[in-house]
């Protein structure tokens, strides 16, 4: 829910997408930002801005 997801701003977390965004289909990161539908991951190449709609999970990643 769009709760859990802005409690969980600032945690590692790991997001699966329903069909690949450029060549990728998760992206694992800091959560930084969910506003507007959009949700907002960095990782060591960038932020990827993720629109809700394209997420099929979204989950926090307590180890590697």
Do not use: Q
Not at 21 to 46: F, H, M, P, Q, W
């Amino acid at each position: 829910t769009d709760e859990h997801i802005l409690a969980s701003i600032g945690e590692r977390v790991e997001a699966k997408l329903f069909a690949p965004k450029d060549g990728v289909k998760a992206v694992t990161g800091a959560l930084r930002s969910y506003e507007n539908g959009v949700v907002v991951i960095t990782d060591d190449s960038g932020d990827h801005s993720l629109e809700r709609s394209e997420v099929s999970k979204l989950r926090t990643v307590y180890f590697d």
